[in-house]
T-cell receptor, first 112, second 115 residues
Framework: EDKVVQSPLSLVVHEGDTVTLNCSYE??????LLWYKQEKKAPTFLFML????IEKKSGRLSSILDKKELFSILNITATQTGDSAIYLCAVAVTNSGYALNFGKGTSLLVTP | SQTIHQWPATLVQPVGSPLSLECTVEGTSNPNLYWYRQAAGRGLQLLFYSVGIGQISSEVPQNLSASRPQDRQFILSSKKLLLSDSGFYLCAWRASGGAINNEQFFGPGTRLTVL
């Protein structure tokens, strides 16, 4: 059975802190790993990773994939209150029409 | 640019009543389409996916069904809702042509409460 596990499940930090969110996976037919940010409504896309060791970066957010150890991390530097959200990790597999297997998410709260 | 619509945004239905949720995508052709559900305390779960008109695959046995009557329209239905059907229903699309590592994009979602 395909499995995606995120840790920690929740996190509280102060503004300006740096956080690292973890995602490990065990799937057959791996194609890509995706990160999403979910506030009150639908998830919004952050990154898609397909190759090991290549960092994707967008502003204060960055992510990297390790296909040998089967995990990914999402880093957020200089956190702001607007970063408070649930961060979802998902893995796309080549069967099931590239549907996504999601972890349960990490709930991040950034306090002023 | 592509956009994805879902309606209704919220819905409160009694147990045993029927359900129809609609999803449409604009600005793309022959997308892969997906229905996911996010229940309280659980992660996003794939319910159905479709790679073309009339082609539906189900991932989880349940009292829900899906149909794709047109290329960019995806409908989620039930004949009789259960309490356990409550949740946040998300439709997503993915481009099927070109690079095979296309991202999935989500619609705004429908929050369903079954009483």
């Amino acid at each position: 059975e395909d499995k995606v596990v995120q840790s920690p499940l929740s996190l509280v930090v102060h503004e300006g802190d740096t956080v690292t969110l973890n995602c490990s996976y065990e799937v057959t037919n791996f194609r890509s790993l995706l990160w999403y940010k979910q506030e009150k409504k639908a998830p919004t896309f952050l990154f898609m990773l397909t190759s090991s060791g290549i960092e994707k970066k967008s502003g204060r957010l960055s992510s990297i994939l390790d296909k040998k150890e089967l995990f990914s991390i999402l880093n957020i530097t200089a956190t702001q209150t607007g970063d408070s959200a649930i961060y979802l990790c998902a893995v796309a597999v080549t069967n099931s029409g590239y549907a996504l297997n999601f972890g349960k998410g990490t709930s991040l709260l950034v306090t002023p | 640019s592509q956009t994805i619509h879902q309606w209704p945004a919220t819905l409160v239905q009694p147990v045993g009543s029927p359900l129809s949720l609609e999803c449409t995508v604009e600005g793309t052709s022959n997308p892969n389409l997906y229905w996911y559900r996010q229940a309280a305390g659980r992660g996003l779960q794939l319910l159905f996916y479709s790679v073309g008109i009339g082609q539906i695959s189900s991932e989880v046995p349940q009292n829900l069904s899906a149909s794709r009557p047109q290329d960019r329209q995806f409908i989620l239905s039930s004949k009789k809702l259960l309490l356990s059907d409550s949740g946040f229903y998300l439709c997503a699309w993915r481009a099927s042509g070109g690079a095979i590592n296309n991202e999935q994009f989500f619609g705004p979602g429908t929050r369903l409460t079954v009483l």
